[in-house]
């Protein structure tokens, strides 16, 4: 009798699952995986639609699952004098009550961070946060219609084009409000969640769980910021394990990130200037211990290498330069920018 619950609740875990990535086609993948007939797998899915977790349209064969809003919120809050854990206390709380200790704790995190970016940074009139919950995630929403994260923290740095902003965000340590900020809110959350995904104007930054930062140029303009936020009800994820992930041996401080490299490489550009190593270095010298991540890098030039390897490293001794994901190409490079003297430029 235990086998057989255990084995409907498995199924019925995975069907959730795979209605929540793509709701089409639900029966026959059900099929292949667990051998079942299509009655059976029938029966499961006509389960959970009795349940209310689910709901389908469509005929036999072409029939679409979707999961089921079990709880939602939405609402637009006036931004001078909004309190984020009034937000968190009156909208937030109440949709994730339940969900086990680690997962509440990591939403009350992150929505109290980004209401309060929204409502010290975006000089928005208003802002709107939205919740929903269906059987196997949360999202959550921060919209502002301010001038947009990109453009201040480009304005504010004096940076040449806002798509170096999503660099300076990967990196962490970025706030244009030091007296009041310690610049780690958005970076934590980014990497807290299982997605996180901010818009603003016509660039979106992306981080999933894999992890991987994406700098995606959007086709249309989106006014002000939107921060969402992914993640299961049932992640294992903790925010210590994240935050003890970045933080100095014994030390309670942020002091390791890992920089996607090839956000500094923009659309048909190749990574080879002195310059380009420059920016792509700004700030490293507030961490112990910087990662680069040459994923989606094919290649970089003798000199960019140089700077970062050499000129970088010899001038910053206190911080260790480490790189991963580099293809044989960029590996070369680096190891001779370690080893040899000499001005390439």
Known sequence: M???MADTASIRRRALALISEDGRGVATRLTREFGL?????SKHLKALGSEGLVEAEGSTRARVYRLVPLASGLRTYPREGLAEDVVWRELFAPVVSGLPENVVDIWRYGVTEMVNNAVDHSGSPTVEVGVWRDAVK????VRDSGEGIFLKIQRSFGLYDPR????????GKLTTDPANHTGEGIFFASRVFDSFLIRSG???????????????DRPEGTSGTTVNMWLANDSPRTLKSVFDEFAAPEEYTFAKTIVPVRLA???GEKLV????AKRLSMRFERFRHVILD???????GQAFADELFRVFAQAHPQVELSAVNMTPEVERMVQRARIGPGDTA
């Open 265 to 267: 490489q923009y659309e």
């Open 202 to 216: 016509s660039l979106a930054f992306f981080h999933d769980k894999y992890p991987l930062d994406l700098l995606a």
């Open 138 to 141: 949360t999202l959550g929403m």
């Open 164 to 171: 170096e902003s999503i660099l300076e965000l990967a990196k």
């Open 37 to 41: 007939t299509r009655q059976a797998v």
């Open 273 to 276: 200037s002195r310059s380009q």
């Open 294 to 300: 040459f994923a989606e890098v094919v290649e970089i």
């Open 2 to 4: 235990s086998g057989t």
